[in-house]
Nanobody, 123 residues
Framework: QVQLVESGGGLVQAGGSLRLSCAAS????????MGWFRQAPGKEREFVAA????????YYADSVKGRFTISRDNAKNTAYLQMNSLKAEDTAVYYC????????????????WGQGTQVTVSS
């Protein structure tokens, strides 16, 4: 099993920045695919960004391209989401996610979820 714990959420003004972290524990060698999803009030959970170990590819939702950057530190078993130029519509609970293989988490979905961290952007 893999446990994912997010941190770094909070309240920020529009135009500001936040960095989310996702610490993985357990059988972390079995999570080559990692990513972030978010869910705003009254909306379905949606894909935000993904990164694939080995192929070193990153993927982003159109709504965050050019503003968000996903990365991972394999030595620390941690993934990050740097969020810049935040907008009110970025307000949501952000969830870290991971896959047991390196297939794209955006299209194949995750095997593991974190508990989520709230990001609130005030306009």
């Amino acid at each position: 099993q893999v446990q994912l714990v997010e941190s770094g959420g909070g309240l920020v003004q529009a135009g500001g920045s936040l960095r989310l972290s996702c610490a993985a524990s357990g059988r972390t060698f079995s999570t080559p695919g990692m990513g972030w999803f978010r869910q705003a009030p009254g909306k379905e959970r949606e894909f935000v960004a993904a990164i694939r170990l080995g192929v070193a590819n990153t993927y982003y939702a159109d709504s965050v391209k050019g503003r968000f950057t996903i990365s991972r530190d394999n030595a620390k078993n941690t993934a990050y989401l740097q969020m810049n130029s935040l907008k009110a519509e970025d307000t949501a609970v952000y969830y870290c996610a991971a896959r047991r293989d390196s297939r794209n988490i955006a299209t194949m979905g995750p095997d593991y979820w974190g508990q989520g961290t709230q990001v609130t952007v005030s306009s």
